[in-house]
């Protein structure tokens, strides 16, 4: 009797065909010591695009889906932090979505990852649209990490962009805050508006001061500069007559003193006018104390018998 014939043999699962996530994990701990241990990280990149290559192969019927995803995910990790010390992290979010197509499909953690690195590196609209895509898909709202995410949008990407309304929006109208998360969340909001108007106001208020203390000043200098005229103009102008005046009065006083009779001559009418032109000429400020004085007390007494 012949025998029948053996079955074929199995074929080997290689590294390229079979058992692609079992090939992707062996690269997956290859980059990681290319990074962590010989700090090489343009081959620690080069090494997880391999994995990824591996990933993309057709997965063999009775294989996981979760083992793949999951060394697909660390792998985006590697590859984000090889990127990020090479400072091309312009490059990381186009470089994730080569792996996972649209940012809806992206894992938590590796959102979590490019959301602290755009923030660290002060571009946080980088990934704006690709956070806010995530976080509106249905299916997203239901994993655990979705109120940390939100959260991390909120206080990293929206605040910092200015996107109030926005942020308003997404802790009302989300059942990812608790009622404290809420309540700390739009008091932050309320503080940057607050912020945003002074930033906004605070050029127009100040030059107002400025422009009103200015005008201020250069009206008391005008006021004091026209009392300084007045002054000096004041008294070169009436220190002719002063002298004059004096001189006039001096006289008087000599003639009095040395011929009281022909002091009684002296028309008694000419004293109101000499008191009204030192009045004149000095004024009330500058007026000396015998001008101001009734015109009586310049009468001569007559001399007695």
């Known amino acids: 009797m012949k025998s029948d ?38 081959a620690a990149l080069n090494t ?31 590859g984000i932090q090889a990127l990020a010390e090479m400072d091309r992290w312009q490059e990381v979010l186009s470089w994730v979505l080569q ?17 602290l690195l755009y923030s660290k590196v002060q571009e946080p609209g980088a990934v704006l649209e690709a956070a806010r895509a ?34 308003e929006e997404l802790v009302v109208g989300s059942e990812a805050f608790s009622v404290e998360q809420q309540l700390e969340a739009l008091q932050a909001i309320s503080t940057a508006r607050q912020k945003q108007r002074q930033e906004h106001c605070g050029p127009v208020k100040d030059q107002k001061p400025r422009q009103e ?25 009436s220190l ?26 002296i028309d008694s009418s000419m004293c109101p006018d000499w008191n009204l032109l030192g009045n004149t000429c000095w004024g009330p400020m500058h007026c000396p104390p015998e001008a101001m004085l009734p015109t009586e007390l310049f009468s001569v007494p007559a001399a007695e018998a």
């Not at 074929?8 to 990074?35: F, I, N």
């Not at 997203?140 to 309304?165: D, F, I, K, M, T």
């Not at 005008?222 to 103009?233: G, K």
């Not at 002719?240 to 008087?252: G, V, Y």
Request: hydrophobic fraction near 50%; include cysteine; charged fraction near 20%.
């Open 5 to 42: 014939p053996a079955p074929p043999a199995a074929p080997l699962r290689g590294l390229g065909s079979v058992l692609p996530s079992v090939a992707a994990a062996a690269l997956l701990e290859e980059a990681a010591d290319l990074l962590v241990v010989h700090l090489d990280f343009p």
């Open 48 to 78: 997880c695009e391999r994995a990824g290559r591996n990933l993309n192969l057709d997965v063999l019927a009775g294989e996981p889906a979760g083992v793949s995803l999951e060394v697909k995910c660390s792998l985006c990790v590697v």
């Open 99 to 115: 792996y996972y197509h649209t940012p809806e499909k992206l894992p938590p953690k590796v959102l979590e990852l490019c959301v």
């Open 134 to 167: 995530w976080l509106r898909d249905p299916d997203n709202q239901g994993l655990p990490e979705y109120s940390a995410l939100a959260e991390l949008h909120l206080q990293r990407v929206l605040l910092p962009l200015g996107c109030l309304a926005e942020a």
């Open 213 to 237: 203390g200015s005008s201020h000043k250069f009206l008391l200098l005008l006021m004091l500069l026209r009392r300084l005229w007045d002054s000096a103009v004041s008294y070169f102008v």
């Open 240 to 265: 002719p007559f002063k002298k004059s005046l004096l001189a006039t009065l001096i006289l008087c006083l000599l003639v009095v003193r040395f011929d009281p009779v022909k002091g009684e001559e």
